[in-house]
């Protein structure tokens, strides 16, 4: 736990939801369960393995010292969540959690909960890919977006800021989209946004309706049982491509399991979506640096290919 206690006791302030602490990426042997992350004003402490109570007070006091450095006067907040392959646990250990609890990245404000459920609604490692679609919407100005898998649309979001004229939502989330439509008002860019509850795979007619799209992102889990399994269901997405994505489109394709690697991603759209090429995979967030990239989110940019002669 040394090095998590080092890298907490040379913390800057945080301005901004980022990832602190990335004990996960194997860069700090021994620490693989941990990570460390700013939800301001609220840092977010997780474990990946049980941790006993002697260890959260030595983290704890930890915490409260560096603060105190850093925003002399001010109370520190802070939530631990412990997680295993059964259950999640999320505990206020110190302060309080703002509701509406609201953040920010690159100037865009998001809605998050730290306090209940597995995940935040808002997933840092994919910072680059939201910067990716908004250096692609500033590029394009008026494109039309299809986000699929958009739990709460933060995607669309950045999209449609940057210049994008519509842009289309699917999850079989209501919640999720319940809280992207928050996410939309939030940064006054409701316009242009429709949100659809419904599985992609039984939706493909209405889906297409509103096609062909500029671009495309696929950002499906990696296991959602009775939802969606890569191995097994990645390939009827990537094999929509073609009815999907523009003659001059674009695709994010991405997938976040350490279990697959790019290479799995590139076999598909060969076999699936033969006539498009891969572009590049997007670098991830240098806090989200591991040891072994391909264990790492992998985001692919894709195009139709262009015409052969």
Not at 256 to 285: G, S, Y
């Amino acid at each position: 736990m040394q090095a998590l206690l080092d890298h907490i006791a040379t913390l800057d302030r945080p301005t901004q939801a980022v990832r602190l602490f990335h004990g996960r990426g194997g860069r700090y042997p021994g620490h693989e369960q941990w990570a460390l992350d700013a939800f301001p004003p609220v840092l977010l402490l997780t474990s990946f393995a049980p941790v006993p109570d002697e260890q959260l007070q030595t983290l704890d006091a930890a915490l409260h010292r560096r603060w105190a450095e850093i925003a002399p006067g001010e109370p520190l907040n802070w939530v631990f969540q412990q997680r295993d392959e059964f259950r999640v646990t999320n505990r206020l250990m110190a302060g309080q959690v703002p509701d509406p609890h609201e953040v920010d990245e690159d100037g865009t404000r998001f809605g998050v909960h730290l306090l209940h459920g597995q995940n935040h609604g808002f997933f840092l490692d994919m910072a680059q890919g939201r910067r990716w679609v908004r250096q692609w919407a500033q590029s394009r100005p008026g494109g039309k977006v299809l986000n699929l898998f958009a739990y709460t649309c933060a995607f669309s979001v950045v999209a449609l800021q940057a210049g994008a004229s519509e842009v289309v939502n699917v999850d079989m989330a209501s919640g999720a989209l319940s809280i992207g439509r928050r996410n939309h008002q939030l940064n006054g860019v409701s316009q242009g946004a429709q949100f659809l509850a419904h599985d992609i795979f039984n939706s493909w007619a209405k889906i297409r309706r509103g096609g062909p799209y500029d671009l495309v992102i696929m950002d499906p889990p990696s296991f959602q049982k009775g939802s969606f399994v890569a191995t097994k269901d990645y390939a009827r997405l990537i094999r929509r491509l073609p009815e999907l994505v523009a003659p001059e489109g674009q695709a994010l394709v991405c997938l976040n399991t350490p279990k697959l690697d790019t290479q799995f991603l590139r076999d598909l759209i060969r076999t699936e979506a033969p006539d498009f090429d891969v572009v590049e995979r997007l670098p991830n967030p240098a806090a989200f640096e591991d040891v072994d990239p391909e264990r790492a989110l992998k985001v692919l940019v894709v195009r139709p290919a262009a015409p052969r002669s």
